[in-house]
């Protein structure tokens, strides 16, 4: 049909992971979508303004969403040529080994993403925004909830054991790149309008992390060092991830 692509054409695959779903597109280079499949996701809502997600559970429901969106399509994996991620300002946990490690109060470790929507680290942010930072600046004058440095403090203070055991702290964006390329680079994005990251001067705002008692953030690379500006390459599927989403390794 004339919504096939031509044997030859390059495609590409775009995924969005919600709240309540992870969907997946396969379009023309011109934009023209061929196949498309949503997989839905667990939440768990342990008490009010607290919302928790499994990390494993969702690069598993994209491989099955980028699967299906292939099948729809009927076109060749080797013609896609690339993929993106988008994704909620969620924050997702890894320790040694890149296994999850809890955000929740229950201690399951299953339970390693705090959802963009959860409010349990509202005192952290008045704390951060009386303090004046610069970063605030560029985050319309003061900091939500629901951005990362506020969570980062709520995981050190409440769950000391989970802050102890992590390497990897990610916005959930960035983690779907990390499980696709294997390659820890982090958005200008996601690091300028969620962790205070000043992209124009090419550093954080570590007297805010300072400040608030979480520089070791930054000392121990949860917060990654490589940040690269919006569109950047991060490289090559790993035979791994290829598999998982029934993709070929360029």
């Not at 992870?22 to 607290?50: C, D, I, K, Y």
């Amino acid at each position: 049909s004339e919504e096939m692509a031509g044997a030859s054409e390059k495609l590409v695959v775009g995924v969005d992971v919600g709240t309540g779903s992870v969907r997946a597109g396969v379009f023309t280079l011109t934009g023209r979508s061929l196949g498309h499949s949503s997989v839905n996701l667990q939440e768990w809502v342990p008490r009010e303004g607290l919302y928790e997600q499994s990390s494993q559970q969702v690069w598993s429901g994209c491989g099955e969403a980028v699967r299906k969106a292939l099948a729809e399509s009927g076109v060749d994996a080797s013609s896609v040529v690339g993929i993106g991620f988008d994704a909620t300002c969620s924050l997702v946990l890894l320790g040694e080994g890149d296994t999850p490690v809890s955000v929740s109060e229950t201690g399951d470790n299953s339970r390693n993403i705090i959802e963009w929507r959860d409010h349990r680290a509202v005192a952290q942010a008045s704390r951060i925004n009386a303090g004046g930072h610069e970063a605030l600046r560029y985050v319309g004058g003061a900091m939500s909830p629901e951005q990362q440095p506020p969570k980062l403090m709520w995981l050190k203070e409440q769950l000391p054991a989970s802050w102890s055991l992590a390497r990897k702290a990610f916005d959930l964006p960035d983690f779907m790149v990390y499980m696709a390329s294997g390659t820890d680079m982090r958005s200008e994005c996601t690091t300028t309008c969620k962790w205070a990251y000043l992209a124009h001067e090419k550093r954080w705002d570590r007297a805010l992390y300072t400040d608030m008692g979480i520089a070791d953030a930054l000392d121990r690379g949860l917060c990654g060092s490589n940040i690269a500006p919006l569109g950047s390459r991060a490289g090559c599927l790993t035979p791994e991830s290829a598999s998982h989403l029934g993709l070929t390794v360029a």
